[in-house]
């Protein structure tokens, strides 16, 4: 057995099998793979196989895909069937909500090129008449997908792998990593069977590898514990049922013609179905699902089941009988109730492990069959090429931060889990474990009515509306009930004043002797003077966006980075190891995350001075915040009332407006002053949606929609934030990249009831042309706006699009940057 290695993937399950074999296809040849017990003995034996397409993450639609074309290739490389049967897959829809969803689904899919079809009622009874319905609205069907077997898929790219030269080792656990400064030294134990279980042994062997991948399935708790850091990824109980032989299935298979059903799914009934033997499979995403090892799998549980809870889905199993009736007096013959990973948002946690070098994470997987294939193609990009061809962000380990825990991972899994089939409206907002980050202002915001959104744990409004308003109910996939609120606030930005509250923010304080030339080397713009402001782009190796800062220059060494609230930990990790790498060349640098020292509140409208100058405590208080006191993009520190205020002269709204950063402790304060001062200048509380419409009008580009690791700021159109003169990390891969897709804003005349949501297709009359990144509600231009990327020549303003929304297509057309006040006159007006 092998004791070095470039790679050593953990876990042979069916996505450790997948990296390992990716590996080794992009060019690694000295890649291992160790599995504690045999290869799919995880949660890989017991998955029902299913290959779903649908999916409303682009990054992930992306991946679905890429493994249900992979796996249709593997029997010609290695011989091995792997189980393929590509019945396709009906998603019914019981409602014209759903259907909605589905329309919107679509929308996604067509960017990503995946194939699908509706179908109506009559069209499903004509091919299927086993099933159901009257009751529906109607189908989506997708006819290249279907279902696979687990273990096959697994076993035949082991042999590919295998064939590639990876060497695979089962009955190896992996005990502990160091890491030695430039590479990890596992210690593995061989396991050996006592008793029936899987026991360590006195043998083990330590193994130095250049880069670890853990794919540890339900073991991810004792990994994460191993590794010495957190993930949210703890599994949940996840049951199907086998029936008996349906004698109207086996007639129905007889007749001329009649191939297998497709995987019929009952979103509104939290189940699927599939054909088995001339009978049924059962599976549900029920309620009150509990999440299991939250502490680690004991070792008395191998390729174990739990035991069925009839009770849990005695509910979706009727809506099985109503749905096909014939099944009705099929009895049960087999039945799986297993561990299934988990986190909270449902997506896998999938990238470079949190403070650690070359220690890549591939955990949480609740699709990990469906995944597999194109999470081992995208992570062997990201590993071998330094970056991948879609932005991996939406799955990146560091989405959460140091503040997670095990019960707030435990809880959010279970709730991840009964969600599977909800309608997952844009405007969707999760209610467990909440509240749990709240700034100090919380209660008196919720008192005002304030509707709140989840932002890395951290409760931000999304918009307020009168006592008693009920947001669940407002949802939608077209305009919900809070549209109007969002619009009367964007209204009084832009006519009078409101108060924002950003406290979310992430802050982090760069300073020491070599802080200047490393971030003049770690972002693309110019540095600010002392007193100043740039908005700025840390770039990856890739030479595409990793973070978008606004930089204010404290002192001649000392920096104070605001960026996007909900990637705390992404920014953090990515500026420490930069960091880290550099301070050597540069000289001394510190860094410290002070995101929760500070509250922010940004203060925006024409009549934003009038408020400000009643509480402002100067000498001259009307002059404080004239243009030549406090002119754009320069900060002041200043006093409003008792409380100290860092104030930044930026407006992510496009209007005259202030970010008031302050002692987190005093933020009560402050918000008393504010909204006290603002009483008769109509000061309006504003939340994030307004917020959001706002700054598309002004074509502010937004983290992790027009900003993100597979666009460069060059194709992201922000020639004035990068300055070619000087040398810059990924400069040189950001020539290279060259401008494939060019970032865009658009003014659309769409559907009397509906905006875009940011997912939509982008037609030209001559083919598909791109695909929105952000999209709303314009109060300035009174209809709907969005942002996109589209090829450079239809980049050009006035060039008409088309975009689809409700599986029609509506006019749109490129506008000019910054459509409303394009020469920023009411951003830097004097007073
Ligand atoms: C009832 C049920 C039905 C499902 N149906 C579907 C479906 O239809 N479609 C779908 O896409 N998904 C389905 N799933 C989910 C799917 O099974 C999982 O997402 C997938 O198997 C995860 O694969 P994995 O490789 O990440 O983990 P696993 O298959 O659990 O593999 C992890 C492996 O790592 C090994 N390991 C752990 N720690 C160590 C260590 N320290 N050293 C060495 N080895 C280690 C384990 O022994 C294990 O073999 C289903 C799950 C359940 C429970």
Redesign the pocket.
Known sequence: MKTQVKALV????????SIAYHLAKAGWDDVML????E?????????????PYFNMSYATTHIHDYSIRFYKTLEEETGLNAGFAVVGNLRMAQTDERMDEYMLYAATAETCGVPYEFMTPDEIKAKWPLIRTEDLKGALYHQTDG?IN?ADVTMAMAKGARQRGVAIERK????AFHWNGTHWEVT?TKMIEKGGNLVPSDEQIVITAEHVVT?????AQ??AQMLGIKMPAIPVE???IVMDQDPALVEFRKGEGNVEHPVIRDADAQSYVREERGGWIL?VYEKHAPARFEYGVPDSFRADLFQLDLDRIESQYEAMIHRIPSCEDSGLKDD??????YTPDGNPLVGPAPGLRNMWL??G????????GGTGYYLAQLMVEGEAEIDMASLDPKRYGDWMTTEFAARKNEEAYEHVYILHHPDEERPAARPLRTSPAYDRQAARGAQFGWVNGWERPNYYAPQGFNDHDSRSFRRGGWWQYAVEEARAIREGVGLIDATAFTKHVVKGPGATQFLDWFTCNKLPSVGRINLTYALTGAGTTRTEYTIVRIAQDEYYLVSAGAWTAYDSDYLRKAIEDKSPEFGYIECHDVTTQWGVFAIAGPKTRDVLNEIVKDATPETVFSNKRFPWLTMRNIELGMCPVRAIRVAYTGELGWELHHPIEMQNYLFDQLEKAGEKHGLKLVGARAQNWLRQEKSYRAFGTELGRDATPVEADLPRFIDMSKEFHGKAAMEAHGVKAKCVTLLIDGPDDADPWGREVLYHPDGRTGRLTSGGYSVAFGKSIGMGYVKPEHAVPGTKLQVKMFDQLWDAVVTEDSPYDPKNAVIRIDG
């Open positions: 953990v876990g042979g399950g069916a996505v450790g099998t160790l599995e504690r017990d290869l799919t003995s995880g949660s890989t034996w017991h998955a029902a196989g299913l290959l279902y687990p190896w656990q992996a005990d593995a794919a540890s399935g339900n073991h004792r990994t996840h049951q199907f599976g799986f109730n297993g561990p299934i990973c591939a955990e997987f609740s699709f990990g069959i469906t995944a597999a």
